[in-house]
């Protein structure tokens, strides 16, 4: 009612969190108390996390990267059966992301993966979502593919593949031509070919390194 009385506009994940008119909205709130490493580690009402936070991620970037997963936006009805297959691709992202398993069971502070590594950020979430939507489509072996992931070197210190890609002047750069680098990155990692596009992004950007 104060934000309405005065005109201010909620964050992202607060909207996010009341909106029950869209179907997404909805669906990433139920992600928060089914997928395990979402569960008590997810900001709801903020869209950023402050430097001591005990959470590792915000509903507003669940909600972007699962649209990207599901080809979903805004308004738009989902079926049950993306419903489950949701919550089934956002659990298989956190067995092979050891990190996030382990700081749901309280063995490093959230703040430390945030600080020390890119997998709880937004862009890398988005970018999963990126690869998710193309391998559930192409490959009945989504999953075993997806188990390659565990083998990436998430740390910020790994500069060989994130400076430029993710890492720009010393931040994160979650931009969209940073998504799809990162998205590129892990495609390559995972033997998945690039689109056009993303092929043409990563031919500039490689061509500027």
Known sequence: ADLNRHAVKPA????ILYDHRDPLA?????LIQKVDAFVGMTEKEKATLSNRENKMFTLSSIYKATGCLLGYKKGDEIKNSDQKLAITFWNEITKNIPDWKAAKNREIAPYILRRDFIHTHGITLQALGNVGHELIHTKKEWKTILSGIRHIDWSRDNLKNWQGRVIVHGKINK???HVTLLTNFIKKELNIPLSEHEAEIEKTFNGCN
């Open 12 to 15: 992202k994940s607060l909207g």
């Open 26 to 30: 909805q669906l990433c709130s139920s």
């Open 175 to 177: 931009g969209s031509k």
